[in-house]
């Protein structure tokens, strides 16, 4: 009888933690902008990537019907791994560069008509490279995100050589070391 007791109380445990478990599963419907069966493949795979257990995007109504633990994922994961695929999502806008890298029949009308080209990195380093759309602050260590700027462009600065000796440079006019010539613009 003692072990009849044990067993009932054992399956009665087991049949709580699922039902509890399956309890936490949240069902999301997400924006995300798209064009074609490539898409679909795309995103799906980047939502299951990120943690959802199912995912079905409609091309036509550009929805994305995700279920996914809780516990494991959010929606703001799930969107961002979208975004690094290149798809705009109702919260994220892909870096340019991953839009940039889609398929011709897959580049979409973007959400917005000036989409976000700025991206971000942690000063500590502590995620390797990883680049992020959003200024904030980093999941990793909490330090905030600084703007990663595009190396600037060089005026075309004036330099001055010397007309007998060309390899004579310089950023500044004067004269030419080897004969005293005046150096000259170089154009």
């Known amino acids: 009888m003692k072990t009849i007791s044990l067993l009932a109380a054992i399956i009665f445990s087991l049949f709580t933690i699922n039902t509890s478990t399956a309890q936490s599963a949240t069902t999301e419907t997400i924006k995300v902008w798209g064009n074609c069966g490539m898409c679909k493949t795309t995103i799906e795979k980047a939502a299951k990537k990120a943690g959802a257990k199912k995912a079905e995007w409609n091309e036509d109504s550009k929805e994305l019907k995700v279920s996914y633990a809780a516990s494991k994922t959010s929606s703001a994961k799930i969107q961002e791994a979208i975004a690094k695929s290149g798809y705009d999502t109702q919260d994220f806008t892909a870096v340019k560069s991953a839009y940039d890298n889609l398929h011709g029949c897959c580049k979409y009308d973007r959400k917005e008509a000036t989409a976000s080209t700025a991206s971000y990195y942690c000063p500590m380093k ?24 595009e190396p600037a462009k060089m005026e075309a600065m004036n330099t001055y050589s010397c007309p007998m000796h060309a390899a004579v440079t310089s950023a500044k006019p004067g004269k030419c070391p080897d004969c005293g010539m005046d150096l000259k613009p170089k154009q």
């Open 126 to 149: 502590c995620e390797g490279d990883k680049i992020y759309d959003k200024a904030g602050t980093c999941p990793k260590c909490g330090m905030n995100l600084k703007e990663k700027k």
